[in-house]
Every structure is written in structure tokens, then in C-alpha cells.
């Protein structure tokens, strides 16, 4: 299943997408990538739902015969003549962010619900960041980098900004969006201030003593040292 095609992904996602009496489920991750018309390879399908609804949801699939098992992994077919895609049925995404807490910031998306350009970019940035440092993770960061320059062009395109409501629902750390910073070409940089990305910074205030000195000692001299410390001036080695 390592090779499933893209348009086997597409067509099942959209096939679930028709199935009546299933509970809601936002479409997450490299499904909502390609929905959007990302070309970027993904070979499963992550679904974010509601907790209590969990166990229901899989017991639908599987009375109707849709969930089977391929390659020890839970997954999803609704015609046979195509391979079974895999399904991670999530409870939970980066940043301890739940069904309920963004349900109502989705967007329709070829008739299926995705998480809003914003809030999947802001997710995304804090994705890159919590990845583990060895190779899978590299080549999972380099994915995540690539789907956040993909959001920023998709968002500029159609005029869209980060709304108070997703930075009310995310915030980033100083340190999360400095190493980004230094990971993306200045032209892609600039693209997260037209799209008002430095909303998503988490206040200066809120970040622990630990968090403080690891910022400063990465950032050195790339912080704007001027008399009264305010939460711009540390964030103007981010955003200068």
C-alpha cells in the first residue's frame, strides 16, 4: 500500500464523503492537501472526529464492509477493483486541538469538510516544529514546509488572512516561528506576513523562563534589544 495512487485517495475520500449516517469528520492532513489541489503525494486518508463518535464510526465502516485490513493497517475501501487506502480516524491533532474546538472553523471543499486554509496553515507550523529529529522525521518536515508554502499561495490567491478566531485556537511559540524562519527562503517568509501569520505568535509573556533564554540564545543579535522589551520587539527577530 506504500504506492497507493492519488486519485485512489481522492475517490475514496469523496465516496466517503456520500456515506449517510456516519458521524461528522473533518478531512486532515495530505487528503486535505490534495482536496485543495496540493499534487503533493499522500498514500492515506486522516480524519479528525469527535471522541464519543469514534468507536461508531469504524463499527458503520465495518458493518457495510467498507473497513478492511491491509498491510496491518486499519483501512478503507468502497469498490474493489480499487486498493484499499489506509485511515487514521483522529481524536486529537498538534497542539491538543479537538473536533470541538474547530468544527465551526471548516470550509467545504469539493463537498467534503476541511479545516479552514488558516487554521490548517497555523497546525502545520506547529506539525513542523514537533517533528522528531531523526531521518523519518526530516523527510516528514520537508513535507510539512512544502504544505505551508502550498497554504500561503493558496491563501494570497483567494485574498485570505489568518482570522482572530484561529489565533484565538493556536498560537506558536517565538522559537517555533524563528526556526521556521530560518528553514524558508526570505520570498516564502515574506508571504507569511501578508498573511498575517504573526497573529498566531503566542504572547512574550506566556512563554516560560526556559522558553525565554532557548529564544534569545538561538535568536543572539537577530533581536531588536531596544529600552522597553515588548513583545514586538522579541518579535521583530520573527517578523522584522
Request: proline share 4%; charged share 25%.
Amino acid at each position: 500500500m506504500a504506492n497507493v495512487k492519488n486519485g485512489n485517495v481522492l475517490e475514496t475520500i469523496n465516496k466517503l464523503a456520500l456515506v449517510e449516517d456516519i458521524p461528522p469528520f473533518i478531512v486532515v492532513g495530505g487528503g486535505a492537501m490534495r482536496l485543495m489541489g496540493n499534487e503533493r503525494h499522500t498514500a492515506d486518508i486522516d480524519i479528525l472526529i469527535e471522541s464519543s463518535e469514534r468507536d461508531s464510526f469504524l463499527a458503520y465502516l465495518r458493518k457495510h464492509k467498507h473497513l478492511v485490513r491491509a498491510d496491518n493497517r486499519t483501512a478503507i475501501q468502497f469498490d474493489s477493483s480499487i486498493e484499499p487506502v489506509p485511515l487514521d480516524v483522529l481524536v486529537e491533532l498538534a497542539g491538543g486541538l479537538r473536533y470541538g474546538d474547530v468544527k465551526h472553523l471548516t470550509a467545504s471543499c469539493h463537498s467534503t469538510t476541511i479545516l479552514r486554509p488558516d487554521i490548517a496553515l497555523g497546525i502545520k507550523i506547529q506539525t513542523w516544529y514537533l517533528r522528531a529529529d531523526d531521518e523519518h522525521g526530516e523527510h516528514k518536515s520537508r513535507g510539512d514546509l512544502n504544505d505551508i508554502n502550498f497554504l500561503l499561495d493558496f491563501m494570497l490567491e483567494r485574498g485570505l488572512k489568518v482570522e482572530d478566531d484561529c489565533a484565538q485556537k493556536i498560537q506558536v511559540s517565538y522559537l517555533n516561528m524563528y526556526c521556521l524562519r530560518s528553514c524558508m527562503v526570505p520570498a516564502n517568509f515574506e508571504k507569511m506576513k501578508s498573511c498575517d501569520v504573526q497573529k498566531l505568535l503566542k504572547p512574550w509573556a506566556e512563554h516560560d523562563p526556559e522558553q525565554r533564554e532557548l529564544y534569545e540564545a538561538m535568536a543572539g543579535t537577530d533581536i531588536d534589544r531596544l529600552p522597553h522589551l515588548s513583545q514586538y520587539d522579541h518579535g521583530s527577530a520573527v517578523f522584522p
